[in-house]
């Protein structure tokens, strides 16, 4: 198994958040999920992305977070729409990485994250 640690630490300009859900899905997973040609920069796409994915049932809605669910979030105050992802690699921990940074682990408890959290789904497979 692939392990955790070795995805800690990636350049964002490497792995956006959605190719960082993407690896760790199939190094941790075996599971290959479909590329999404959408730059971090165009909100409403991303926005667009997760829920027809979720519509068509490739993603199935939680009501709260379970091990490698990804985890849609709004990092900005000031668009509404989801723009974010990360991807729950244990119980309560965040794998994720935004703009002009590396990937890192956060607490899904952490006020910051509470916030801007906007739902929570797993790969149909799992």
């Not at 392990?3 to 941790?28: A, E, H, P, T």
């Not at 890192?104 to 149909?124: A, C, E, M, V």
Request: aromatic residues 10%; glycine residues 4%.
């Amino acid at each position: 198994m692939y392990n955790l640690n070795k995805f800690i630490g990636l350049s964002f300009d490497d792995f956006d958040c959605w190719r960082l859900v993407r690896l760790y899905y199939q190094k941790m997973l075996s599971i290959e999920l479909p590329d999404v040609d959408i730059q971090h920069r165009e909100v409403n796409l991303i926005k667009d992305a997760v829920e027809i994915q979720a519509i068509s049932e490739i993603w199935i809605k939680l009501n709260k977070p379970e091990k490698h669910c990804i985890v849609t979030m709004c990092t900005n105050p000031n668009i509404k729409s989801i723009h974010h992802l990360g991807v729950c690699v244990e119980e309560n921990r965040l794998l994720h990485v935004q703009r002009g940074g590396t990937s890192y682990l956060d607490r899904l408890d952490n006020p910051i994250i509470i916030s801007q959290t906007r739902g929570f789904y797993k790969w149909h497979t799992l």
